[in-house]
């Protein structure tokens, strides 16, 4: 069990949704040193030492310097997170997220990003620890169809929507966790995540659904695949304050578009994105001549998908939802304040 650091917390990217990253996805992890103190990943500990084999060329040295942080749900998934993310999935049980087949146009359909199945999920990951709730939701959801019995004890296998589902609202719910145990974690998916993202958020049972912004994907920096590691962090050290900003901008303006009423929102918007466009050349230009690159080169984007995550309003869990009931009462209501996720993407062409 870990324990709070004392002073400031370290910010880490919270890579996500799977537990540890590929060896082909080593360019954005790179990139991600540049804006954070570290990366950080949620692995079970029967997984314990795959990430290191999934991509010993960068996993090995991040963990060798402390720049990797490997979090196990074993005992990250405390409590409190075990509630919040039991009530979450609560609130999308009732609201009907998972109630028809992904062919037949399931509001979370185009979460799943793939053919219809089932999927594992690590049980410590779903708050198997706290045994009450999860036991409840787990049931719920079999009577459903929607998950199975474990098959090797330690993982749970899930539709493949509802495994997504569970990995995007323990991306947002990581934060407030990350904070009880020492960490300022940040959500940081790549690609695909950004539909993602934006799909979870704006379901109708979450209290983001009115409020969601993205910001378009910027070049930020270059393709650092080629790039020693070394050079990456000396680059860092020189460049850090600027990386920051640009980050700390992202979040600002996320919580503040996604709070004014609609008519405002978008020139507000352009205004903040014009700013972001200008800060986000700086970065890039910085890159290109400490890596020697041409002006053309393949570039790295970032932005950031985010919304006011507000107390849920009404109440969609009256009727209970079958045995959950009981607990419903347990469970602990939302804070108001941002939700978000980073999104990076590799640009191989510019025009």
Same mark, same amino acid.
């Given at each position: 069990?870990?324990?709070?650091?004392?002073? +400031?917390?370290?910010e880490?990217a919270?890579?996500y &949704?799977?537990?540890y990253?590929l060896?082909?996805?080593s360019?954005?992890?790179?990139?991600?040193?540049?804006?954070?103190d570290?990366?950080?990943i949620?692995?079970?500990?029967?997984?314990?030492?795959?990430?290191?084999v999934?991509?010993?060329?960068l996993a090995?040295?991040l963990?060798?310097?402390?720049?990797?942080?490997?979090?196990?749900p074993?005992?990250?998934?405390?409590?409190?997170?075990?509630?919040?993310?039991?009530?979450?999935?609560?609130?999308?049980?009732?609201?009907?997220s998972?109630?028809?087949?992904?062919?037949?146009?399931?509001?979370?359909?185009?979460?799943?990003?793939?053919?219809?199945?089932?999927?594992?999920?690590?049980?410590?990951?779903m708050?198997s620890?706290?045994?009450?709730?999860f036991?409840?939701i787990?049931?719920?959801?079999?009577?459903?169809?929607?998950?199975?019995?474990?098959?090797?004890g330690v993982?749970?296998p899930?539709?493949r929507?509802?495994?997504?589902?569970?990995?995007?609202?323990?991306?947002q719910?990581?934060?407030?966790?990350?904070?009880r145990?020492?960490?300022d974690?940040?959500?940081?998916?790549?690609?695909?995540?950004?539909?993602?993202?934006?799909?979870?958020?704006e379901?109708?049972?979450?209290?983001?659904?009115?409020?969601?912004?993205?910001?378009?994907?910027?070049?930020?920096?270059?393709?650092l695949?080629?790039?020693?590691?070394?050079?990456?962090l000396?680059f860092?050290?020189?460049?850090?304050?600027?990386?920051?900003?640009?980050m700390?901008?992202?979040?600002?303006?996320?919580?503040?578009?996604?709070?004014?009423?609609?008519?405002?929102r978008?020139?507000?918007?352009e205004?903040?994105?014009?700013?972001?466009?200008?800060?986000?050349?700086?970065?890039?230009?910085l890159?290109l001549?400490?890596f020697?690159?041409?002006?053309?080169?393949a570039?790295?984007?970032?932005?950031?998908?985010?919304?006011?995550?507000?107390?849920?309003?009404?109440?969609?869990?009256?009727?209970?939802?079958?045995?959950?009931g009981?607990?419903?009462?347990?469970l602990?209501?939302?804070?108001?304040?941002?939700v978000?996720?980073?999104?990076?993407?590799?640009?191989r +062409?510019? &025009?």
């Amino acid at each position: 069990m870990e324990s709070p650091q004392s002073g +400031q917390l370290r910010e880490l990217a919270y890579y996500y &949704p799977e537990p540890y990253w590929l060896a082909g996805e080593s360019s954005w992890i790179k990139s991600l040193l540049l804006f954070f103190d570290g990366v950080a990943i949620l692995l079970p500990d029967y997984m314990s030492g795959r990430e290191l084999v999934a991509d010993p060329t960068l996993a090995e040295p991040l963990a060798d310097q402390g720049l990797l942080k490997v979090l196990q749900p074993e005992w990250f998934v405390d409590e409190e997170l075990a509630d919040r993310l039991a009530e979450g999935m609560v609130e999308l049980i009732v609201g009907g997220s998972f109630d028809q087949p992904e062919s037949d146009g399931a509001p979370f359909a185009a979460l799943s990003m793939s053919r219809m199945g089932f999927a594992e999920l690590s049980a410590s990951r779903m708050g198997s620890r706290h045994r009450g709730v999860f036991e409840m939701i787990h049931e719920d959801l079999k009577g459903r169809g929607l998950a199975r019995d474990s098959e090797d004890g330690v993982s749970i296998p899930l539709r493949r929507d509802v495994r997504l589902a569970y990995l995007l609202l323990l991306a947002q719910e990581a934060r407030a966790a990350g904070r009880r145990h020492g960490y300022d974690l940040h959500p940081a998916t790549n690609g695909p995540g950004e539909t993602a993202v934006r799909n979870f958020l704006e379901l109708s049972p979450m209290p983001s659904r009115q409020s969601v912004i993205e910001f378009d994907l910027l070049t930020a920096s270059v393709d650092l695949d080629a790039v020693p590691l070394d050079e990456v962090l000396d680059f860092r050290e020189r460049h850090t304050a600027a990386h920051r900003s640009y980050m700390v901008n992202l979040r600002r303006f996320v919580a503040e578009v996604s709070t004014v009423e609609r008519p405002d929102r978008r020139r507000l918007l352009e205004q903040r994105q014009a700013e972001l466009v200008e800060q986000a050349r700086s970065l890039r230009r910085l890159a290109l001549d400490a890596f020697k690159r041409p002006s053309n080169a393949a570039g790295f984007a970032l932005a950031l998908t985010g919304a006011a995550w507000a107390l849920a309003t009404g109440d969609p869990v009256t009727a209970g939802l079958g045995a959950l009931g009981a607990a419903l009462p347990l469970l602990p209501g939302r804070n108001t304040g941002s939700v978000y996720s980073y999104i990076f993407r590799a640009h191989r +062409q510019w &025009p």
